[in-house]
C-alpha cells in the first residue's frame, strides 16, 4: 500500500524544512541559506547547509544530501512511507493511500502506457530514419547490431535537444511526470528527459512499455547509463529488461540468465540464450525473485566475476529458502561481459551457461582458485577460508558436503574441517555492512560478502528516495563512481594532445573560479536569465560541463545534484548556496570570450595543418573581431546571440573543440 503521489507533493511542499531540522541542529541565517552543525556527523565548525526555498539539505562534512523526507528517514531510521506518514501527521495533512480507487487506477494505467507506447515508436523512428541519429546508428553497428535486432529491441535515439519528444506528444505536464519522459522546467516549459541517448525501451513482462534505459553516446559527456526515474509505471525493484521477450525460452529451458545491462540481455540473445534479462540500475531484488519464480525456479546470474562473487550470500540462500529457488553462476573471467562474448565466442558463452555453477560451489572454487595449494600452509589457510564461505549457508547437510570437498582439495582430515565449522557458526554474526551508515565509514574486510551485487527488498516507497538512485552496480567500480578519464575530451590537456596521456585524470586541471562557474551560478539562481544562451558546449571544463548538463535536464536544482555524479553534484551544491548578482549579459559575454578565445587557438591550429589556410582567414578574422569587441564594451544582445550560437555550432561539430 502506497500513498497518493500528489499527498507526497504536497507533504514535500507543506513541510518547512528548516524548523524541521532546527529540532535536531540549530541552524543560523547565512544569505540565502542555513547553516548549522551537521545532525549526521560529528563536528566543531558548521559544515551543514539548508536551501530552505528548494527544500533540501546538503552536508560539506560527510556530503549526507536530500529533501526533507529524505533527512526523516534517515534521521529516524525509518521507511519512506514512514517518514511521509510522519511529516504528515506534523502538517496535519491526510493522506490517502494508492489502494483506494483502483479503477480509476487502471484507467489512468492505460492512458499513461498508451503515451509510453507512442514514445517508443517515436524513439525508434527517429534512430532508424534522422540525420541526427547517424552517429547513434554507427555505434550500434559498431556494437554488432543488425537491423533485425534493432527492431526486434525497438532501439531508439533521443535526440540532442529540449523538447522534441515533448512537443510531439502533446500531453499535459502531469502525464508527461507521471510517465518519466519529462518535466516542467524552472522556465515551466515542458523538457525532455533524455537527451542524446540510445534509448533501450523497456517492457514488463505482458509486453507493455514502462519506461527506458539510455545509454550515452561513447564520447559524448556525462554519465554512461540513465533510466528512467521511478514513477507510475515504472519501478526499478520490479523492472526486468528483457522480462517479454525472454519469458517464452524461460519456461521452455526453465532457467533464467540475470545479467546486468541492456546489451547484456541482447548479446545473449545473439549468442541464441534467449532466456535473458538485465536488473536495471539496481541490484537483483526480492521482487525481480518473486516475479521471475512466476517462470521458473533457477536463476542463473551472469554478472561480472567480482560483483557475483561479492553476493550477499545471505540473502541467496534466503531466497533459495523461500522461494525455493536455486541461484547458480556462470562463470566469467574478470573483465569479460557477455555482449562481448557473444560478438567474439558465442559458443564460449553458451557453454559458460551451460557450466553455472551452483552458488556456495561458484564462492568455495573462488576461494580455492586464489589459493596457494602447493604448501601445506597455504592449503591450511584455504581450508580455513573456504569453512567461513561454507557456514554461510544455512542446509548442514549441504555443509557438510562441501566440508568433504573442500577436505579432500586440502588434504585436511574431514573432522578437523567439521570442528572448525562448529566454531564458526557459533560465532556471533557480525552486522551486516550498511550503505549509507550515518557516520559513512562503512567498511569491508577482504571476504565478507558485500551489500552489492543483491540486495533486498527496498521500502515500500522506491519514489523520491534520493539513496533509491545509486548508479548501477556495474557503473560503481571500486570508490570511484565515475571513471575521471571519461569526461577528459583532450580540450583541457594542453599541448598534449595524446590519449595516453589525457585519459589519465591527472590530466584535467581542478576548474578555477571563472566565467564558467558564474555562469552556472546565474542558471542556477536566475535559470531564465540565460536560459537562451547557454547549451553545455560552452563549458569547457568537464565537471562545470556535467553540471550544467545535470542541471539542464533536471526539473529541480535537487534532481540535477542527485543527478550529476559525485564532484559535478558538489560543485552544484556549492554554488547554488553562493547565489549571484552579475548581470547575465555580463556574465555570458565572458564565457563567451573564454570560449571565443579557445576556439581562435584551435582554428590556429586547424588552418596550419589544412591544404588551403588561406580559407581559415575570414572567420579568424571575424572572431577576432567580435571577441575585440566584446572585451571594450558590454555588447549588444544581438551582437552576443550570434557569436554564442556561432560558438555552440561550432564546439558541436568539431566534437566539442577537440583539436585533431
Ligand atoms: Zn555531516
Redesign the pocket.
Known amino acids: 500500500m502506497g500513498i497518493v503521489d500528489e499527498d507526497i507533493v504536497r507533504v514535500r511542499e507543506v513541510t518547512d524544512i528548516v524548523a524541521l531540522i532546527t529540532q535536531y541542529t540549530q541552524l543560523k541565517r547565512v544569505g540565502q541559506r542555513w547553516s548549522g552543525l551537521?545532525?549526521?556527523?560529528s563536528?566543531k565548525t558548521p559544515?551543514?547547509s539548508v536551501n530552505a526555498s528548494e527544500g533540501f539539505y546538503y552536508?560539506?562534512?560527510?556530503?549526507?544530501h536530500g529533501d526533507a523526507i529524505t533527512f526523516v528517514r534517515n534521521m529516524e531510521h525509518l521507511d519512506f512511507v514512514g517518514a511521509v506518514e510522519r511529516l504528515a501527521g506534523t502538517a496535519g495533512i491526510v493522506l490517502r493511500y494508492t489502494d483506494q480507487n483502483e479503477g480509476a487506477g487502471r484507467k489512468r494505467h492505460k492512458e499513461l502506457q498508451a503515451h509510453l507506447e507512442r514514445a517508443v515508436d517515436w524513439y525508434h523512428e527517429r534512430l532508424k530514419t534522422s540525420p541526427d541519429a547517424a552517429a547513434a546508428r554507427a555505434y550500434l553497428r559498431s556494437r554488432g547490431f543488425t537491423g533485425e535486432q534493432v527492431a526486434r529491441y525497438q532501439v531508439g535515439w533521443a535526440p540532442d535537444d529540449w523538447d522534441q519528444l515533448a512537443k510531439f506528444l502533446k500531453i499535459s505536464n502531469k502525464d508527461l511526470e507521471a510517465v518519466g519522459l519529462g518535466f516542467v522546467n524552472r522556465r515551466q516549459k515542458q523538457q525532455d528527459f533524455f537527451r542524446a541517448r540510445v534509448l533501450f525501451p523497456i517492457f514488463d513482462e505482458q509486453g507493455r512499455p514502462i519506461g527506458f534505459g539510455g545509454r550515452k553516446l561513447p564520447d559524448a559527456e556525462g554519465p554512461k547509463y540513465q533510466n528512467s526515474r521511478d514513477n507510475e509505471l515504472y519501478n526499478k525493484s520490479k523492472a526486468l529488461y528483457g522480462i517479454n521477450w525472454a519469458k517464452a525460452d524461460m519456461v521452455q529451458h526453465d532457467e533464467v540468465v540475470i545479467c546486468e545491462g541492456y546489451t547484456d540481455v541482447i548479446g545473449f540473445g545473439r549468442a541464441g540464450v534467449d532466456r535473458a534479462v538485465a536488473t536495471c540500475g539496481t541490484a537483483l531484488t526480492e521482487e525481480h525473485v518473486r516475479l521471475l519464480r512466476k517462470f521458473t525456479r533457477r536463476l542463473v546470474l551472469a554478472y561480472d566475476a567480482d560483483e557475483a562473487g561479492q553476493s550477499a550470500s545471505e540473502r541467496v540462500y534466503a531466497w533459495e529458502k523461500a522461494y525455493e529457488v536455486q541461484v547458480s553462476v556462470v562463470q566469467l573471467q574478470p573483465g569479460e561481459d557477455p555482449d562481448e562474448m557473444a560478438r567474439e565466442n558465442p559458443e564460449a558463452l553458451r557453454a559458460a551457461v551451460a557450466d553455472a555453477r551452483p552458488f556456495l560451489a561458484f564462492r568455495v572454487e573462488r576461494v580455492l582458485g586464489a589459493a596457494d595449494l602447493t604448501t601445506p600452509e597455504g592449503r591450511a589457510r584455504a581450508a580455513e577460508h573456504a569453512v567461513e564461505v561454507v557456514a554461510e549457508h544455512p542446509d548442514p547437510i549441504v555443509r557438510d558436503q562441501y566440508v568433504m570437498e573442500v577436505a579432500d582439495e586440502c588434504r585436511v582430515a574431514p573432522d578437523l574441517l567439521r570442528t572448525r565449522l562448529t566454531e564458526v557458526l557459533a560465532r556471533p554474526k557480525e552486522a551486516a555492512p550498511v550503505r549509507r551508515g550515518a557516520s559513512g565509514q562503512a567498511t569491508r574486510q577482504q571476504d565478507e560478502p558485500l551489500v552489492r551485487g543483491i540486495e533486498p527488498l527496498h521500502g515500500a516507497g522506491g519514489a523520491g528516495g534520493w539513496d533509491d538512485d545509486a548508479p548501477p552496480p556495474w557503473e560503481t567500480g571500486g570508490s570511484g563512481e565515475h571513471d575521471a578519464g571519461e569526461y577528459d575530451d583532450g580540450t583541457y590537456g594542453g599541448p598534449s594532445g595524446s590519449a595516453a596521456v589525457s585519459r589519465r585524470p591527472a590530466a584535467v586541471p581542478p576548474l578555477r573560479e571563472g566565467s564558467q562557474t558564474e555562469a552556472l551560478r546565474l542558471a542556477l539562481a536566475r535559470p531564465e536569465e540565460v536560459a537562451t544562451y547557454l547549451d553545455e558546449s560552452l563549458f569547457l571544463h568537464p565537471t562545470a560541463r556535467a553540471a550544467f548538463e545535470a542541471l539542464a535536464n533536471a526539473a529541480t536544482v535537487t534532481d540535477a545534484i542527485a543527478a550529476a555524479g559525485p564532484e559535478a553534484g558538489e560543485l552544484l551544491t556549492r554554488l547554488s548556496f553562493e547565489g549571484t548578482a552579475s548581470d547575465a549579459v555580463d556574465v555570458v559575454a565572458r564565457l563567451a570570450e573564454e570560449v571565443g578565445r579557445q576556439t581562435l587557438v584551435e582554428l590556429e591550429a586547424e588552418a596550419r595543418g589544412a591544404d588551403d589556410p588561406l580559407a581559415y582567414g575570414e572567420v579568424m578574422r571575424w572572431l577576432k573581431l567580435t571577441l575585440e569587441e566584446l572585451r571594450s564594451h558590454r555588447p549588444e544582445v544581438e551582437k552576443l546571440n550570434q557569436l554564442v550560437d556561432w560558438l555552440i555550432e561550432r564546439r558541436r561539430e568539431s566534437g566539442d573543440g577537440q583539436v585533431h
Open positions: 551537521c545532525p549526521f556527523h563536528e559544515s551543514f552536508c560539506f562534512g560527510c556530503k549526507e
